[in-house]
């Protein structure tokens, strides 16, 4: 089955500053997701980014605070900006990928980030 | 408004019973419905599938009914073991690709 390598694991930054998180497939997709769970949460849809195309935002989501990036057909980054600690969260990738007669979704490990 | 609720308390279960989870949605008319297992420092791990014209759908020990008219999903996972501990969550799949997750159960089997 695909894998999704996300980049970094965890991290620990200042407030004020940026984080980019990178997230690797290792097959060809069309459609990339980028979710957020803070502690003890569910998971939250930030945006979704398609090749070529400017990410969709979900509501209170805006790309100047998580701007999208999406070269490729295999790679996506999200950057954390100016991070207060109400940033402090674990932010996952995911992709649609097709296996096993069906589009599966597959995450990435995540990355735990706080802000200090 | 939009909401998917799971039992928000941790289901607490013995080894060799059956575990049963609940995911109700409402103001959603998904294409399908999804249930994944997280466990702790990791992302989801999709489980299953169920379309909205299936009732049911089994894999092994796990199976989900999905009822579109009571706008409900059990998810049940029978001869339980203290290595399904985890957090299980439903996800709703609209006709936008986008998935859209409950609340998510603890679920705790014990010896």
């Known amino acids: 089955s695909a894998v999704i390598s996300q980049k970094p694991s965890r991290d620990i930054c200042q407030r004020g500053t940026s984080l980019t998180i990178q997230c690797q497939v290792d097959?060809?997709?069309?459609?990339m997701f980028w979710y957020r769970q803070q502690p003890g949460q569910s998971l939250t849809l930030i945006a979704t980014?398609?090749?070529?195309?400017?990410?969709?935002?979900e509501s209170g989501f805006v790309i100047d605070k998580f701007p999208i990036s999406r070269p490729n057909l295999t790679f996506s980054t999200l950057t954390v900006s100016n991070m207060s600690p109400e940033d402090s969260s674990i932010y996952l990738c995911?992709?649609?990928?097709?296996?096993?007669?069906?589009?599966?979704?597959?995450f990435g490990s995540g990355t735990r980030l706080t802000v200090v | 408004s939009q909401k998917i609720e799971q039992n928000s308390e941790a289901l607490n279960i013995q080894e060799g019973k059956t575990a049963t989870l609940t995911c109700n949605y409402t103001?959603?008319?998904?294409?399908?419905l999804q249930w994944y297992r997280q466990d702790p420092g990791r992302g989801p791990v999709f489980l299953l599938l169920?379309?909205?014209?299936?009732k049911e759908k089994r894999k092994e020990r796990l199976k989900v009914t999905f009822d579109t008219t009571l706008k409900q999903s059990l998810f049940h996972i029978t001869a339980s073991q203290p290595a399904d501990s985890a957090t299980y969550l439903c996800?709703?799949?609209?006709?936008?690709?986008?998935?859209?997750f409950g609340t998510g159960t603890r679920l705790q089997v014990f010896p």
């Open positions: 995911s992709a649609l990928l097709w296996s096993g007669g069906i589009y599966g979704y597959t």
């Open positions: 097959s060809q997709v069309t459609m």
């Open positions: 980014a398609n090749q070529g195309s400017e990410a969709t935002y």
């Open positions: 103001n959603y008319s998904p294409a399908y």
């Open positions: 169920i379309r909205e014209n299936e």
């Open positions: 996800a709703l799949v609209l006709d936008t690709d986008k998935l859209i």
